[in-house]
């Protein structure tokens, strides 16, 4: 088991919407190719029962943690689980 950290920024998706989906739907996305076409650093390094520390960079100075996630699933679409690891929480 491995432990990432992630930061989330509003590059593609707001606040809002990237919340809704950690949080309420339990789902973490991340692009597993860059602009420029290369792969993403790292990504193909999470696996199964790794735990994810997410967070969100608004860009006003506000840095709101959305909670820790353990990886359930795998291949292509990794889903979470927040409740087998011990939530930060959140704030909005």
């Given at each position: 088991?491995?432990e990432?950290?992630y ?23 991340r ?33 709101p ?8 699933h ?13 939530s ?5």
């Amino acid at each position: 088991m491995k432990e990432w950290i992630y930061k989330a920024t509003r590059s593609k998706v707001g606040y809002y919407e990237t919340r809704r989906l950690a949080v309420a739907r339990h789902f973490l996305c991340r692009s597993a190719v860059e602009r420029n076409g290369s792969q993403s650093d790292r990504v193909r390094e999470v696996g199964l029962g790794d735990i994810i520390h997410f967070y969100y960079a608004r860009g006003d100075g506000k840095v709101p943690s959305y909670g820790s996630f353990v990886v359930v699933h795998g291949g292509g679409m990794c889903a979470v689980n927040p409740n087998s690891f011990s939530s930060a929480g959140t704030s909005a």
